[in-house]
C-alpha cells in the first residue's frame, strides 16, 4: 500500500489491516500497479523500485502515479481511510529493540507525513499538484483530511502505548513546503496531540527536521517535539546552530547539527 503512504516494516509497531476494500495488484517488471475497489468507486496507483535505485541505496520506492486523479477521488481514498484499521504490533518492535540493544534507543516508527494534511501532500498528489489542488478543491481535501482523522488517532493511541523510549513521527518539514501557516495549521496541531499522549508516558518525540528550518524553530519548539533530528545547518542551508538553539529555547534537543558537506 505504498500509493497510500502505508508501509510494513520489520520494527514498525503497528500493522495497518484494510476492510470493506478489495486490492487488485500487478507487477510487471520493477513497476507495481495497484487497483482498490470500494462501493464509491475504484481508485488506482503505481510506484516503481529499480535495480539502480537499490544499487544508489535508495530505500523507498518512487510513485510514478498518485492515487488521487481527479476530484471524485478525494471521496473514495477517505472511504479507504476510514475503514482502516491500526493494531498493536509490538513483538516486531521488540525484534528491532533487541537488535539495537545498548547501542542506542530504538525509536518507534510512527508515520512520515505528521498530519493528514501533510500525508495528501507527500503521497497523494505531486507537490505542485497539491497546493494547486488546495485551491481548487478546499472542501475536498478538507473532508479527506476529516476522514483520515480516525486513522491517526488509532495510530497516536498504539504509539503512546509502544514499549519504547522514543516515538518518531513527522518528517521533512520546510519552510517553503511546509511553510510556517500550513505548518501552524495543518501540522503542529497533530505533534502536540500527539505529545500530549506520550509525556505522561515518559516517552519523547522526535521528528525528522532535515529541511530549510530557519522559518520554522519557533513553531518547531511549541510543537511538542522533543527531539530535532537531522538538523542542518550552514552552509546547506539559511540557519545557523546558533539560531537553532537560541530559537528552541531549551525546550527541543538537537539531533545531528553537523552539515554533511563538511564531511564529505
Avoid at 144 to 168: I, N, T
Wanted: net charge negative; aromatic share 10%.
Amino acid at each position: 500500500d505504498r500509493g497510500l503512504g502505508i508501509y510494513r516494516l520489520p520494527g514498525i509497531p503497528y500493522r495497518v489491516e484494510l476492510a470493506g476494500v478489495e486490492r487488485e495488484v500487478q507487477k510487471e517488471g520493477d513497476m507495481n500497479s495497484v487497483t482498490y475497489h470500494t462501493p464509491l468507486g475504484s481508485v488506482s496507483c503505481k510506484f516503481l523500485y529499480t535495480e539502480e535505485m537499490r544499487r544508489a541505496g535508495v530505500s523507498i520506492s518512487w510513485i510514478t502515479e498518485h492515487v488521487i486523479k481527479e476530484p471524485g477521488d478525494y471521496r473514495i481514498v477517505g472511504y479507504i481511510f476510514k475503514n482502516m484499521s491500526v493494531l498493536p504490533d509490538y513483538p516486531n518492535y521488540l525484534d528491532f529493540q533487541k537488535q539495537v540493544g545498548e547501542k542506542g534507543f530504538a525509536a518507534a516508527r510512527g508515520m512520515a507525513p505528521a498530519s493528514p494534511r501533510q500525508h495528501i501532500m507527500r503521497d497523494f498528489l505531486d507537490a505542485t499538484h497539491f497546493y494547486l489542488e488546495m485551491y481548487d478543491h478546499p472542501r475536498e481535501m478538507e473532508q479527506l483530511s476529516e476522514d483520515m482523522e480516525p486513522f491517526y488517532e488509532q495510530l497516536f493511541r498504539v504509539l503512546a502505548d509502544c514499549p519504547s523510549e522514543v516515538v518518531f513521527h513527522g518528517s521533512n518539514f520546510d519552510e517553503m513546503i511546509t511553510y510556517p501557516p500550513f505548518f501552524r495549521d495543518h501540522i503542529m496541531p497533530h505533534l502536540q496531540k500527539l505529545a500530549d499522549l506520550l509525556h505522561p508516558r515518559g516517552k519523547l518525540l522526535l521528528s525528522h527536521c532535515d529541511g530549510e528550518n530557519k522559518g520554522l524553530l519557533d513553531l518547531i519548539a511549541e510543537s511538542g517535539i522533543d527531539i530535532a533530528e537531522a538538523i542542518c545547518p550552514q552552509p546547506m542551508t539559511k540557519v545557523t546552530i546558533s539560531e537553532v538553539k537560541k530559537a528552541f529555547k531549551g525546550k527541543v534537543t538537537i539531533f545531528g547539527g553537523v552539515p554533511s558537506v563538511a564531511l564529505l
